[in-house]
């Protein structure tokens, strides 16, 4: 009812407005007035509980030690990144995904560091969602939602099918999903204490911070589903940029 509501309120232009229009199609948004309540919503939660747990974390654990948490993070995505890569018939990208397991497992002391990237392996991440738009699947409209943030059909489905992938999906420690979870939040911390600073640049220079984060997204997610394969041209104009995690001091993720 909810939905029903707000969404009326993202009423098409008038057919005659011809600029209107295209830009309501571009934006792909017919659920904006909820998209933006839940938006809200999760800025609340970022302020008064998400960014000053990051910002302790960051300032607690040292960089060798968040690094090697990423690390270790990053090498539990292997099973979901090569079943992604599979399905996509990249199997050159497959064969390094391989590669990178077993270096940082057994060389990188169950993942905790990443010889494989040294010895020319480098990261990168594949999901359902990318597998679905390879296959020509479309995006659909553009959805936020609490926790997860932007979730358009395609890449809410793709994180679903994931957990499926996902080995630790099915492992219990003292009750359900409680690694999968664990896994979850403390990824989520990490990750958001590596871009403390450079959200805070998007947010104090944007003139509508939820249409930048929404164009944000939308070009990052292009730029994972084409594999780094995109002009220049196509990327936000936003100083050092950077969205590879690995790094002590990345920055925001599109998303």
Known sequence: MLIVALAACATRPDPSNKAAVQAYEETNDPVEPLNRYFFELNRFFDIILIKPVATWYQGVVPDPARNSIRHFLDNLDAPVILAN?????????????????????????????????????????EDFGQTLATWGTPEGMYLFLPVLGPSPPRDLAGFAVDQFFDPLTYVYWNGPYTVPVTRFVLNGIDVRSRNLAT?????????????????????????????????????????????????????????
């Open 85 to 125: 890569d599979s399905l996509q018939g990249n199997w050159d990208r497959a064969g390094i995904t391989v590669k990178r397991f077993g270096i940082n497992t057994t060389v990188g002391v169950l993942g905790l560091f990443d010889p494989a990237t040294g010895w020319g392996y480098p990261q990168h991440r």
């Open 199 to 255: 959200l805070d640049q998007i947010e104090r220079t944007s003139v509508d911070y939820y249409a930048t984060v929404r164009s944000l997204y939308r070009q990052s997610r292009a730029n994972e589903i084409a594999n780094g394969d995109v002009s220049q041209e196509s990327l936000p104009d936003i100083d050092n940029l950077n969205f590879d995690t690995n790094e002590p001091q990345a920055v925001a993720p599109k998303k």
